[in-house]
């Protein structure tokens, strides 16, 4: 059974840091580029795309709004892949998920930017 299990989130002033971890199981790690996703409240169930990572981890793309302030990361003995967000501002506020392309989600993260 496929499974995501998102967590580090917490509530921060702007400007601060987070590192959110995604674990997983139940598909081959090394087979799979993974994402992660942001839903803001207010917009519903969508999930915007926030970054990716392909397999290697050669290819990194990032939503532009965060580019230079977001890392995407992997660690495949761990089968975890890791958002670590820097500057933070409220617009990044959100439930913050992981997929590599299932159908299944697991529960997310919430991040709270707010002074």
């Known amino acids: 059974q496929v499974q995501f299990v998102e967590s580090g989130g917490d509530s921060v002033q702007p400007g601060g840091s987070l590192k959110l971890s995604c674990a997983t199981s139940g598909f081959t790690f090394t087979d799979a580029g993974l994402a992660w996703y942001r839903q803001t409240p207010g917009e519903g169930e969508e999930r915007e795309f926030v970054?990716?990572?392909?397999?290697?981890?050669?290819?990194?793309n990032y939503k532009h709004s965060v580019e230079g302030r977001f890392i995407i990361s992997r660690d495949n003995a761990k089968k975890t892949v890791y958002l670590q967000m820097n500057n933070l501002q409220p617009s990044d506020t959100g439930t913050y998920f992981c997929?590599?392309?299932?159908?299944?989600w697991g529960r997310g993260t919430q991040v709270i930017v707010s002074s």
């Open positions: 970054a990716s990572i392909s397999m290697t981890g050669e290819r990194i």
């Open positions: 997929n590599a392309g299932f159908q299944h």
